[in-house]
């Protein structure tokens, strides 16, 4: 499994940006999926964004899109969030999951890898929103 490090969470004021970083161990990716998942207290955990090397593009949920921005830089095996005009309901703590696979792997996979117990997991970056 990847060993994953995230960074770049902090406190920003309604408004803000904030570019968030997953970093991932070892050898430069070659078929991966990598998304970025948030959980704010009592909620469930809900999956932001998603980058594969398979898909076109990538994907939003509907509660970022515009605003969020995925991209991944394989030279670095780093993928980066860039978070723009946060509110206060982003407020959350922010982890990574990726999986990596000798076979192309898609996005719309990564939910069931997920479930199966064989992604791989950041340790979280905390995001408050507030002024």
């Known amino acids: 499994q990847l060993l994953l490090v995230e960074s770049g969470g902090g406190l920003v004021q309604p408004g803000g940006s904030l570019t968030l970083s997953c970093e991932a161990s070892g050898d430069r990716l070659k078929n991966y999926a990598i998304a970025w998942f948030r959980q704010a207290p009592g909620k469930e955990r809900e999956e932001v964004s998603c980058f594969s090397s398979s898909d076109a593009s990538p994907s939003y949920a509907a509660s970022v899109k515009g605003r969020f921005d995925i991209a991944s830089d394989t030279a670095k095996n780093t993928v980066y969030l860039q978070l723009n005009s946060l509110k206060p309901e982003d407020t959350a703590v922010y982890y990574c999951?990726?999986?990596?696979?000798?076979?192309?792997?898609?996005?719309?996979?990564?939910?069931?890898?997920?479930?199966?117990?064989?992604?791989?997991w950041g340790q979280g970056t905390q995001v408050t929103v507030s002024s």
């Open positions: 999951a990726a999986v990596e696979s000798v076979t192309p792997v898609k996005c719309v996979a990564l939910p069931l890898i997920i479930k199966a117990g064989l992604a791989s």
